[in-house]
């Protein structure tokens, strides 16, 4: 199988924008509140990937220091301008990268953060709701920056929405090696929400405890969107 489209895009930004998107596996730790919240998020690249940004740190620019830790920075910066997030901060611990911040209302900080009127979470007072689909992908690309740019966009869904995950990944092998498939495919992104109650009950995920639920799933259903990822979770 040919992939001009795909060569016609094969740059150093372009595969490290690839690299973001799933060489990791991420968790993201939600604390709801009452009155607030507080968002954790720790990014563990996967070493080939790991690897690769080493090989292509020579494309970038020389004062921005090593290439994922100017990405998590770069990130921690957005946080604070958005005007939405508070007590910012990030650190690395061993090969992985905590980012952490504090905001007043989840729904305010998406709103802060470009989400406009979106549709991808909808909380209340004893309940979240979480839904991911090709057709409102593009509000999560108005709030990541990354996502629109045009050298990532033929790897994300609004390409490659329809495709198989077996041709996807035999894409992936034509631009990355022969050993980027298999660290794709162990890419997963885990979503874990503390409520400030008991859990009644949760849809498309698990109830780890009465008051934790867990959402995680495949990088590569990101990627694709041939399903929607749909979560939800009640408390009283």
Known sequence: ????????????????????????????DLALGETGGRSTTIIHPDPFFTDLLEDFAGFLPEDE???????VSGYAADLIASGAAADVSWEKNGESYTISFTYDSI?????????????????????????????????????????????????GPEYCNGMTEDEYLEMIGFVLGEDGPEAIRSGRIMIRIHVPGTITEVSGGIAEDSSTALLTFPVIDFLLLNTPVDFSVSWR
């Open 65 to 71: 220091g090593p290439a994922m830790e100017s990405i």
């Open 107 to 155: 729904m305010e900080f998406l709103m802060a953060y470009g989400a406009g009127n979106q549709s991808l979470l909808r909380a209340g007072s004893t309940s979240l709701t979480f839904h991911l689909g090709i057709e409102n992908y593009a509000e999560l690309r108005d709030m990541v920056p990354f996502l629109s740019d045009p050298n990532f966009e033929v790897y």
């Open 1 to 28: 199988m040919a992939y001009p489209h795909i060569m016609r895009r094969l740059t150093a930004a372009a595969v490290l924008l690839l690299i973001i998107a799933s060489g990791c596996q991420i968790t993201e």
